[in-house]
């Protein structure tokens, strides 16, 4: 039954999604609320299966985070290198599947030219990014100022996606 319940909400929220909108599902755990973080042995296993079967490229940055969901990417390598952009992200929707510890969630992301707020934390962050037809994976390890690693997993849309792409995620996640 929750099964049919998350996919009408899984349809409820494409029929929302806009070209230029982003759709992400990110693996974590649930504990009070959401952390898209998962172990290093975790982390670990996904990168040496997805390096196995597909391409990749490595991305480094530095991100600096600001007030209302804004940051700061300066990007160290790749086309990008040298430069920065200043993105503030709208939350339009989430859809949490505790079961599978996964959070789907719908976005707007905007490029700005400055911000005025003061940052309040940065990361150093290497991403490796498999591209695949519909959607890329993305596995990250950021480092803290204090020395803390933070591994994530996620996989963003990279085309307006259908409920079969979708599901095709969630498998893959699991």
């Known amino acids: 039954m929750t099964e049919l319940i998350n996919m009408n909400k899984i349809k409820n929220m494409l029929l929302k999604y806009k070209k230029g909108d982003e759709l992400e599902i990110?693996?974590?755990?649930?504990?009070?609320k959401f952390s898209a973080t998962i172990p290093i042995k975790e982390f670990n296993q996904y990168f040496y299966y997805f390096k196995q079967k597909y391409n990749y490229t490595i991305?480094?940055?530095?991100?600096?985070?600001?007030?209302n969901h804004t940051k700061k990417v300066c990007y160290k390598n790749g086309d990008k290198k040298g430069q920065s952009e200043i993105i503030r992200k709208y939350k339009k929707q989430y859809i949490d599947l505790p079961k599978n510890g996964l959070r789907i969630s719908l976005s707007q992301e905007k490029l700005l030219t400055h911000v005025k707020s003061p940052i309040t934390y940065e990361i150093s962050r290497v991403r490796y990014i498999f591209l695949l037809k519909n959607y890329k994976i993305e596995l990250s390890v950021d480092k803290t100022i204090h020395q803390r690693y933070i591994h994530r997993y996620e996989i963003e849309c990279t085309n307006i996606p259908d409920i079969g792409t979708i599901y095709e995620i969630i498998n893959v996640m699991k």
């Open 26 to 32: 990110r693996k974590g755990s649930f504990f009070n």
């Open 59 to 67: 991305q480094y940055s530095t991100i600096y985070y600001y007030k």
